[in-house]
């Protein structure tokens, strides 16, 4: 089994920066990618960020590409997300997902292995 504890969330103005990180414990997947993923209320979670298991590949949605950055340690079982001059339309709940990286970028919903609790970030205006 595996756990994902995300942290770095909270309440932040536009135009400022906030930090995510994802720490996997439990039997990790080392060749497994990671990502980062967010809901607002109502919709479904859509993709931010996916880093895979070497960090030789990165992933950007459009929204968040040039202010967003993944990355991940040397040891592979922690992520971290970047997000600098947000925007109130970044507000949501964000999850940190573990898994194969056609699974979380493939068409449809994201099918990670595992998924994190989430971390509200909230970008006031």
């Known amino acids: 089994q595996v756990q994902l504890i995300e942290s770095g969330g909270g309440l932040v103005q536009a135009g400022n920066s906030l930090r995510l990180s994802c720490a996997a414990s439990?039997?990790?997947?080392?060749?497994?990618?990671m990502g980062w993923f967010r809901r607002v209320a109502g919709d479904e979670r859509t993709v931010v960020s996916v880093i895979s298991a070497n960090a030789a590949l990165t992933y950007y949605s459009d929204s968040v590409r040039g202010r967003f950055t993944i990355s991940r340690t040397d040891a592979g079982n922690t992520i971290f997300l970047q997000m600098n001059n947000l925007t109130v339309d970044d507000t949501a709940i964000y999850y940190c997902?573990?898994?194969?990286?056609?699974?979380?970028?493939?068409?449809?919903?994201?099918?990670?292995?595992?998924w994190g609790q989430g971390t509200q970030v909230t970008v006031s205006s």
């Open positions: 997902a573990l898994g194969r990286w056609a699974r979380l970028l493939g068409p449809g919903k994201p099918d990670p292995d595992y």
């Open positions: 439990g039997r990790t997947l080392d060749d497994h990618s």
